[in-house]
């Protein structure tokens, strides 16, 4: 079997109960966003020691449930301060260098998947149940149809190389192939899922270049994580996929670009959620 097959078989039933549970919202969506958001640190925990700073083996986590839940917290901002100075004062007062490292890479693992993921909560709470679905759907269409086209387009067409000493496979023309792809992803979102979407398209267009732009820095990201620390992909708990940070990294930042350019959109007051 060849590892496209191996992918797909996997891709298909996991974003079909991804969308599921996206379209149910509330809490299931939130816990399953709170499990992936706990999984990708885990693995960028191990990839950051591999590169020779290796975190706390518990702030991260804590870190992170902070984050994720602070939408559902009374008094986030207050805890987000407990947290912070339990967190400086437990890691400072290590020996050597362990506690400047630790400092550092604990808070990176801390905030970096968890605040991205913050944003795809924030979206889907935007507006009626209903809005925030079709929001976060057009932004899953994005990034997957911006991976999938960059990912052919890159394979039949690329030649110039975008970042080769990060990842060598990524191309321009791939890039281009994915601005399309996230197009093509708005456009079923707008047009074929029948819920009135609360933006028109040309208004979108900037969202789309966002999601294409910051989606390939995510994944670079990522890329450049695992080669410092020497490794291919995140972990091996997706078939064919790698792990769950292998499958995330373009969402942790085209996430908070679409919801920040959505915000954007209702304060200049062209849109009302």
Same mark, same amino acid.
């Given at each position: 079997m060849s590892e496209l097959t191996k992918r797909i078989l996997f891709a298909v039933p996991a974003a079909a109960f991804f969308l599921y549970l996206t379209y149910v919202g509330g809490a299931y969506f939130a816990a399953l966003i709170v499990l992936i958001?706990?999984?990708?640190?885990? @693995?960028?925990?191990?990839?950051?020691?591999?590169?020779?700073?290796p975190s706390d083996p518990l702030f991260p986590y804590i870190i992170g449930l902070w984050v994720l839940l602070s939408p559902f917290f009374h008094h986030d901002l207050a805890v987000g301060l407990a947290v912070f100075l339990l967190f400086t004062g437990t890691q400072i007062v290590k020996p050597g260098d362990r506690g400047l490292k630790s400092l550092i890479s604990t808070s990176f693992c801390g905030l970096y998947a968890p605040l991205g993921l913050l944003a795809l909560l924030l979206v889907r709470q935007l507006g009626n149940t $209903?809005?925030?679905?079709?929001?976060?759907?057009?932004?899953?269409?994005?990034?997957?149809?911006?991976?999938?086209?960059?990912?052919?387009?890159? $394979?039949?067409?690329?030649?110039?190389?975008?970042?080769?000493?990060?990842?060598?496979?990524?191309?321009? @023309?791939?890039?281009?192939f994915g601005?399309?792809?996230?197009? =093509?992803?708005?456009?079923? =979102?707008?047009?074929?899922?029948?819920? =009135?979407?609360?933006?028109?398209l040309l208004l979108m267009l900037p969202a789309v270049l966002l999601v294409s732009v910051f989606g390939p820095?995510?994944?670079?990201?990522?890329?450049?994580?695992?080669?410092?620390?020497?490794?291919?992909?995140?972990?091996?708990?997706?078939?064919?996929?790698?792990g769950f940070f292998d499958r995330f990294d373009a969402f942790i930042?085209?996430?908070?670009?679409?919801?920040?350019?959505?915000?954007?959109? @209702?304060?200049?007051?062209?849109?009302?959620?």
């Open positions: 958001g706990l999984l990708i640190q885990r @693995e960028v925990s191990v990839i950051s020691g591999k590169a020779g700073f $209903k809005t925030g679905f079709v929001l976060t759907l057009s932004l899953l269409l994005m990034v997957w149809g911006n991976d999938i086209f960059a990912y052919f387009g890159g $394979k039949n067409f690329g030649k110039n190389h975008l970042a080769p000493k990060i990842s060598p496979n990524k191309t321009w @023309e791939g890039f281009f601005v399309a792809g996230a197009l =093509a992803g708005l456009t079923v =979102a707008l047009y074929l899922v029948p819920i =009135a979407y609360p933006s028109p820095v995510g994944d670079l990201t990522a890329s450049r994580l695992k080669r410092a620390a020497g490794v291919k992909d995140a972990s091996t708990l997706l078939p064919g996929h790698g930042l085209a996430a908070p670009a679409f919801y920040v350019y959505l915000k954007f959109l @209702e304060v200049m007051g062209y849109v009302s959620f």
